[in-house]
């Protein structure tokens, strides 16, 4: 048996703060989640007085039932796996070509290309101008305009342009050309087949973004059919803080406002848990390209 090692005292008192440390941050990541999650099942008179602070008081299942019931929370739902599917396809149509050839060193222009692309990180033209854009090209209240203007992230393509210089190497492209591959049978037929890690990881960085992205939605759509389920979300909050600070109103309003508020209140925890669910279902599928993808840079480069 080899000799134990044993823990010096500085050691110990390492272990010691690290473990609390550990814990501390566990409580102060786990706490609004559990909250989040018996608030869906409270009573919501209880949780708006304080009474529910960790577990579910009164359980009830009312506010799941409104939520399968509420027509414009499933049209939301529908429409932000749409967004969030088509967008994240267009993504990676744009950002990995565009990777790869900034990544060709037979490419000319590509450095000069690469500081316009980087350019664009620093500067941009605005909120204005990029609406005055969008509205001239006639993707207002379209479904173009959730997917269209963010079709590509320069970061995401910098990215994917070193994964290609670090995984692909240069004799397998110099093969391939011998062979009579060309530049575009190359990509797909070989270059996308070995880069599964870092197609992962873009499509999870880019998933999560179109579905929790809400700014767009507000600014270019006003046909609440094309609404996300994240500006659902958003209306059904807006409505619970109006009617809870509305005053000098009468009495058949306050009590219609104090309606609506009892029913935000019920049903706004649980759409933050249906809303989360489809990301926690596929991260565990996406995890291990996830982590290595990420490693991929610091173990080559």
């Known amino acids: 048996m080899g000799a134990v090692i044993k823990e010096?005292?500085?050691?110990?008192?390492?272990?010691?703060?690290?473990i609390s440390f550990l814990f501390i941050a566990l409580v102060v990541v786990l706490y609004p989640l559990i909250y989040i999650v018996s608030a869906s099942v409270s009573d919501p008179s209880q949780v708006n007085s304080g009474e529910m602070w960790l577990l579910p008081k009164g359980f009830t299942l009312e506010g799941y039932k409104l939520i399968f019931e509420n027509d414009q929370?499933?049209?939301?739902?529908?429409?932000?796996?749409?967004?969030?599917?088509?967008?994240?396809?267009?993504?990676?149509?744009?950002?990995?070509?565009?990777?790869?050839?900034?990544a060709r060193k037979d490419f000319v222009g590509r450095g000069f290309l690469t500081g316009l692309f980087v350019l664009t990180m620093f500067f941009s033209g605005g909120l204005i101008p990029t609406y005055l854009l969008v509205k001239d090209l006639g993707l207002i209240d379209t479904v173009w305009a959730m997917v269209l203007p963010n079709a590509a992230a320069v970061w995401n393509i910098i990215i994917c342009r070193i994964f290609f210089q670090v995984t692909i190497p240069?004799?397998?492209?110099?093969?391939?050309?011998?062979?009579?591959?060309?530049?575009?049978?190359?990509?797909?037929?070989i270059v996308l087949p070995l880069s599964a890690p870092i197609i992962a990881v873009m499509a999870l960085f880019y998933g999560v973004g179109h579905w929790n992205g809400y700014f767009n939605a507000l600014i270019y759509l006003s046909d609440k059919n094309l609404y996300p389920l994240q500006l659902v979300l958003r209306e059904i909050l807006v409505m619970q803080e109006m009617s809870s600070s509305a005053t000098n109103i009468s009495e058949s309003m306050a009590t219609a406002l104090?309606?609506?508020?009892?029913?935000?209140?019920?049903?706004?925890?649980?759409?933050?848990?249906?809303?989360?669910?489809?990301?926690?279902?596929?991260?565990?599928?996406?995890?291990?390209?996830?982590?290595?993808g990420v490693m991929i840079g610091s173990l080559k480069g």
């Open 73 to 102: 929370i499933w049209r939301g739902y529908l429409n932000t796996i749409f967004y969030t599917v088509l967008g994240t396809l267009i993504n990676l149509a744009v950002t990995l070509p565009a990777a790869y050839a900034l």
């Open 8 to 18: 010096t005292k500085a050691d110990k008192i390492f272990n010691i703060f690290n």
């Open 258 to 292: 104090h309606s609506k508020e009892q029913l935000a209140a019920i049903i706004k925890y649980g759409v933050m848990i249906v809303s989360t669910l489809p990301i926690i279902i596929v991260y565990p599928f996406l995890q291990r390209y996830f982590v290595k």
């Open 170 to 189: 240069t004799e397998l492209e110099e093969s391939a050309r011998m062979d009579g591959c060309s530049n575009f049978k190359m990509f797909m037929k």
